[in-house]
C-alpha cells in the first residue's frame, strides 16, 4: 500500500505528466476531429463584409428582449465561472505550482478573496445542480456526461477546500488527493462538456459570421 | 381588398390538403437508414461544432414562442437536435467508438416523435441563437433533421402533398402559368400594364401561390411600383413562383428544382435583378441558398420587394405620398429579418410614409416569430400550438398601441388573418407593398 508521502510523488509526477498530457493531446485531437470534416464555402454574395467576430465578446453579456428568466439563473453561471477563474488562477499556491512547470508567474490575489471565491463558486455550483435537478426543461435536456462534469468540477474546489483547514502540510495525502482530482478533471477535459471553455470561441464565431454575411446584427 | 371568401375557400382547402399526399410507404430500418444517411451526408465541421458546443443550459427555451406559449420542456429548441447529436456521437464524434457503448441508435419511432417537434413545433425562426451564450446555429440543425426526415417518407402530410404538387407538376395550390395569365389578365382589364413573358429584362419580378389566389392586391401594387420606377421588368409564366415548398418540407432535390428554375429563367432574360414577393421563406431560399443550389454564384442581385422599396427610397428615387398620421408597427418576418438581413428597409419605407411608426418590443432581429412560418401555418394538427403562439405576437402588438400592423411576408399575413378571425382581434393587418402601392408620389 501507497504511503502518503509516495501517493504524493506519484500525484505530482508521472500522474501530472500523464494528465497534462492527455488533456492537451486531447485537446488539439478534438479539435482536429471537427476540423477534418471540412466545410463548403457559402456561394451566395455576402451582403456585408463584417467578420462578425464581435460576436465572441458580445455574448458574454444577457441579451435584453427575452423572457424574463430568475435573476438567480442569470447571475448564477457568470458566478462560478468567474469564481474558478480566480480560485484556478489568483491562488498564490497555484501560481507556484504552475511557475515549477513553465518557469512564469504572475501576482497572486490575497489569500482571503480566493477562499471567499472557492466558497462563492461551491454554493454556485450547488444552486447550478439544483437547478438541473429541478427544472423541468434542464432535466430533460440533461445526460450523465453533464452530470459527471459538475462532479470533476466539484472535486477539486472541495479537496482544495480541505486543504486550507487543519495542518494541511503534515498531511501529504490530502495535497495528494486534490492533485488528484485536479488530474481527473484535466484527463476528462477533452472529452466531455468541460471543452465549451475552448469550443465556446469558434462556435460563437461561426455564428457570428453567419448573420454578419446576411446582415444582421448577431 | 382581401377577398374573405377566397380566404375561407383558402383555410377550407389547407384542411383537406393533407388527403392529395402521396404517402412514402417504408419499413422501420429503411426510414432509420435513410435518416441516418442525410444527418451523415450534412455534417460538416460548422455542424459538427454546433453539435458539440452546447452546453445544455436551456436558455433557448426563452427564446422560443412554442415553449414560451406552452411551458412544456418537450419543446426546447437545442433538444430538437438531440437525434442529430446522437447520430454524431456513435458515427463521427472524436469518441464514437466509446459512445456507440452508451449511446443508443435513433430508432424510427424516435423519428415520429421528431416529426411534431421539427415541423409542428419549430419555425426555423433562428430566435433561438440569439439566446444561445455558446452561438449555435439551432435554426440550420432543425433544417437538417427536416431533410432526414423527409427521407424517412416521414413529411407531414400537408407539406408533402404540396411539395409533390410542385415537383410534379410545377404548380403551386393549382396555380400554374395558366392561372398566372388569368391573373395578369384580371390585371390588366384594370388598367395597370403588365410586361409578361418578355424575352429580356432587367427585372425579373416573381411571384406566389398566395397573391395569385388571395392577395391580388400585392401584386397589383408590385406591379404599379415598377411601372412607377418605370423598369425595364418582366413577370415570366415559365418561372414565376417564389415559394419553395422543397425547401420547407426538407426535400433538397425539389429545393434544388424549384431554384434552378428561377435561375434559370433569369438568365434566359439577363436579368440583373430578381425581386422576390412578400413571401418569407422565398428570399432566404433565393438570396441566401440560391447559390448552393445552383452549384454556383448567382449572376444577379436578389431582393425582397421590401428591401427593393426600402433601397429606392433611400436612395431618393422613390417618393411616397404621406399616409396620415396612422399609428402602424411592423412585423419582421423572421426568414425575411434575422434570417435574411431586411431590417432597416422596410423601415425606411414606414418612415417615408409620415405614419405614426411604432417599434415592438423587442424589435428587428430580436423580435417574436408569428407562429406559422417555415410552412406550420399549414399543418392542421399544429393550429392549436400555432395559435398559442400567436398569442405572444398579438401581446406585442397591442402594446405598441398601432391600430394596424404592416408586413411584408404572405404566409405571416394569413397567419395573423388565421389569429384575428379566431380571436376578433381589432388590429388590422397590412401588407408594406400594398401601403406602399396606394401611396406612390408624383
Redesign the interface.
Same mark, same amino acid.
Given at each position: 500500500m501507497l504511503r502518503g508521502m509516495e501517493l504524493l510523488e506519484l500525484a505530482r509526477g508521472p500522474l501530472l505528466t500523464g494528465s497534462l498530457t492527455v488533456f492537451f493531446a486531447g485537446l488539439l485531437w478534438r479539435f482536429w476531429s471537427i476540423w477534418r470534416l471540412g466545410a463548403r464555402a457559402p456561394l451566395a454574395a455576402p451582403r456585408s463584409r463584417a467578420s462578425g467576430f464581435s460576436t465572441v465578446f458580445t455574448r458574454m453579456l444577457p441579451r435584453r428582449g427575452f423572457h424574463a428568466s430568475a435573476t438567480l439563473a442569470t447571475v448564477n453561471p457568470y458566478l462560478y465561472h468567474l469564481g474558478l477563474a480566480v480560485v484556478a488562477f489568483g491562488y498564490a499556491p497555484h501560481i507556484a505550482f504552475v511557475e515549477r512547470l513553465i518557469g512564469a508567474g504572475w501576482p497572486a490575489l490575497p489569500d482571503w478573496a480566493v477562499y471567499l471565491a472557492a466558497g462563492v463558486t461551491i454554493v454556485s455550483l450547488c444552486i447550478a445542480l439544483l437547478y438541473r435537478l429541478t427544472d423541468p426543461v434542464l432535466r430533460l435536456i440533461s445526460g450523465a456526461g453533464d452530470y459527471f462534469a459538475w462532479v470533476v468540477t466539484m472535486l477539486p474546489l472541495a479537496t482544495g477546500m480541505a486543504l486550507v483547514t487543519g495542518d494541511a502540510a503534515s498531511d501529504p495525502v490530502r495535497l495528494a488527493v486534490h492533485l488528484l482530482s485536479l488530474e481527473l478533471l484535466l484527463v476528462w477535459f477533452p472529452f466531455g462538456k468541460l471543452m465549451h471553455a475552448f469550443l465556446v470561441f469558434p462556435a460563437r464565431a461561426q455564428l457570428g459570421r453567419f448573420f454578419a454575411r446576411r446582415g444582421v446584427r448577431a | 381588398m382581401i377577398d374573405y371568401d377566397v380566404f375561407r375557400q383558402f383555410g377550407a382547402a389547407i384542411s383537406h390538403l393533407g388527403e392529395r399526399a402521396q404517402k412514402v410507404e417504408l419499413d422501420d430500418t429503411q426510414r432509420v437508414a435513410r435518416a441516418k444517411a442525410v444527418m451523415l451526408a450534412k455534417?460538416?465541421?460548422?455542424m459538427?461544432?454546433?453539435l458539440?458546443?452546447?452546453?445544455?443550459?436551456?436558455?433557448c427555451?426563452?427564446?422560443c414562442h412554442f415553449?414560451?406559449a406552452t411551458n412544456d420542456?418537450?419543446y426546447?429548441p437545442?433538444?430538437k437536435l438531440?437525434l442529430l447529436r446522437r447520430v454524431y456521437g456513435r458515427e463521427? #464524434?472524436?469518441?464514437r467508438f466509446v459512445r456507440r457503448l452508451?449511446e443508443r441508435e435513433i430508432s424510427a419511432d424516435e423519428l415520429r416523435e421528431w416529426q411534431e417537434l421539427v415541423y409542428d413545433a419549430c419555425t426555423e425562426c433562428g430566435r433561438c #441563437?440569439?439566446?444561445?451564450?455558446?452561438?449555435?446555429?439551432i435554426a440550420r440543425g432543425v433544417n437538417v433533421m427536416r431533410e432526414a426526415l423527409a427521407a424517412a417518407g416521414l413529411v407531414p402530410d400537408e407539406l408533402l402533398a404540396v411539395e409533390q404538387e410542385q415537383e410534379q407538376r410545377g404548380s403551386v395550390f393549382g396555380v400554374g402559368a395558366r392561372e398566372l395569365q388569368a391573373a395578369v389578365a384580371q390585371l390588366r382589364a384594370a388598367g395597370h400594364d403588365v410586361p409578361l413573358d418578355k424575352p429580356k429584362a432587367d427585372v425579373l419580378v416573381l411571384t406566389t401561390v398566395i397573391d395569385i389566389l388571395l392577395f391580388r392586391d400585392a401584386l397589383a401594387a408590385t406591379v404599379k411600383l415598377m411601372n412607377h420606377l418605370k423598369l425595364d421588368w418582366t413577370l415570366r409564366s415559365g418561372g414565376f413562383e417564389a415559394a419553395n415548398f422543397g425547401l420547407l418540407s426538407g426535400v433538397e432535390d425539389e429545393q434544388r428544382k424549384a431554384t434552378r428554375n428561377i435561375v434559370n429563367e433569369a438568365i434566359a432574360i439577363g436579368a440583373k435583378t430578381v425581386i422576390v414577393p412578400e413571401c418569407g421563406h422565398s428570399y432566404p431560399a433565393l438570396?441566401?441558398?440560391?447559390?448552393?443550389m445552383a452549384g454556383?454564384?448567382?449572376p444577379f442581385?436578389v431582393l425582397a420587394i421590401s428591401e427593393f422599396i426600402g433601397r429606392e427610397v433611400k436612395a431618393g428615387r422613390l417618393k411616397l405620398k404621406n399616409a396620415g398620421d396612422r399609428k402602424l408597427t411592423y412585423h419582421d418576418a423572421c426568414k425575411l429579418?434575422?434570417?435574411?438581413?431586411v431590417?432597416d428597409e422596410p423601415r425606411a419605407a414606414l418612415r417615408a410614409l409620415g405614419v405614426d411608426f411604432r417599434e415592438t418590443?423587442?424589435k428587428?432581429?430580436?423580435n417574436w416569430c408569428c407562429g406559422g412560418g417555415a410552412g406550420v401555418f399549414l399543418l392542421n394538427r399544429a393550429a392549436g400550438l400555432r395559435s398559442k403562439a400567436f398569442e405572444i405576437k398579438k401581446a406585442q402588438i397591442d402594446a405598441t398601441g398601432a391600430e394596424a400592423v404592416v408586413m411584408s411576408c404572405g404566409s405571416c399575413r394569413l397567419n395573423f388573418m388565421n389569429g384575428q378571425a379566431a380571436t376578433h382581434w381589432p388590429v388590422k393587418i397590412e401588407s408594406l407593398v400594398e401601403l406602399v402601392g396606394d401611396n406612390l408620389a408624383g
Open positions: - | 455534417i460538416d465541421r460548422g459538427a461544432l454546433d458539440e458546443a452546447c452546453v445544455k443550459c436551456g436558455y427555451a426563452e427564446a415553449h414560451v420542456p418537450k426546447v437545442t433538444r438531440d463521427v #464524434s472524436p469518441l452508451f #441563437s440569439y439566446a444561445c451564450p455558446m452561438g449555435i446555429n438570396r441566401w441558398e440560391g447559390a448552393a454556383r454564384a448567382l442581385e429579418g434575422r434570417h435574411g438581413g431590417l418590443d423587442p428587428a432581429e430580436m
